[in-house]
């Protein structure tokens, strides 16, 4: 199985803030991997899938980038809606697998 | 505008079966989208439990692959999702997905999820 290690696990943050969080694949998934931000009590939200493509309606301030085995999630200026939690999850091979979360938290 | 809906009963005793059923509207579930289930144990990370295709073709956790059946009817747009020989470390929050198979997409669609709990 790959593992998928993000990094951090918890992140304090100010609003207007740019923030990184990295998601690390212990073997190479090219591009397949998508990014997920959580709310207490709610599904996840698709932000960011194929490592670096925008879905639909997501905020121009999140991206994606990398490939092969290091990836990151970018804000560019946090907001007070974007405390939450983020998940990568790749899609490379079965079993598809997501990263432990990395909970951004107001500083 | 695609909609996901979990039912099922939401206490399940110990060694019974978990069944949940996933209805779609607003999309064909015969189209090219993987449905897939994915659940998330209270203040715990999201863990991935398998996907249907409409052909049937199935791909479960190698971790609950002895356990986990998940099926679709084509002619009430909806899937299921059984586990046998439940235990508490099954309480979870259970979500069904769409997954774009040409696309690509990511899990762009999910249901508000359903708190499954065990108890006796």
């Known amino acids: 199985d790959i593992q998928m290690t993000q990094s951090p696990s918890t992140l304090s943050a100010s609003v207007g803030d740019r923030v990184t969080i990295t998601c690390r694949a212990s073997?190479?998934?090219?591009?397949?991997l998508d990014w997920y931000q959580q709310k207490p009590g709610k599904a996840p939200k698709l932000l960011i899938y194929?490592?670096?493509s925008l879905e639909s309606g997501v905020p121009s301030r999140f991206s994606g980038s990398g490939s092969g085995t290091e990836f990151t999630l970018t804000i560019s200026s946090l907001q007070p809606d974007d405390f939450a939690t983020y998940y990568c999850?790749?899609?490379?091979?079965?079993?598809?697998?997501f990263g432990q979360g990395t909970k951004v938290e107001v500083k | 505008q695609v909609q996901l809906q979990e039912s099922g009963p939401e206490l399940v005793k110990p060694s019974e079966t978990l069944s949940l059923i996933c209805t779609v509207s607003?999309?064909?579930?015969?189209?090219?989208?993987?449905w897939g289930w994915i659940r998330q144990a209270p203040g715990k990370g999201l863990e991935w439990i398998g996907n249907?295709?409409?052909?049937?073709?199935?791909y479960y956790n190698p971790s609950l692959k002895s356990r986990v059946t998940i099926s679709i009817d084509t002619s009430k747009n909806q899937f299921s999702l059984r586990l046998s020989s439940v235990t508490a470390a099954d309480t979870a929050v259970y979500y069904c997905?769409?997954?774009?198979?040409?696309?690509?997409?990511?899990?762009?669609?999910w249901g508000q999820g359903t708190l499954v709990t065990l108890s006796s």
């Open positions: 607003a999309s064909s579930i015969s189209s090219a989208y993987y």
């Open positions: 997905a769409r997954f774009g198979v040409l696309t690509v997409t990511g899990f762009d669609s």
């Open positions: 073997q190479s998934i090219s591009n397949w």
């Open positions: 999850q790749h899609f490379n091979s079965y079993p598809w697998t």
């Open positions: 249907i295709y409409h052909s049937g073709s199935t």
């Open positions: 194929k490592a670096s």
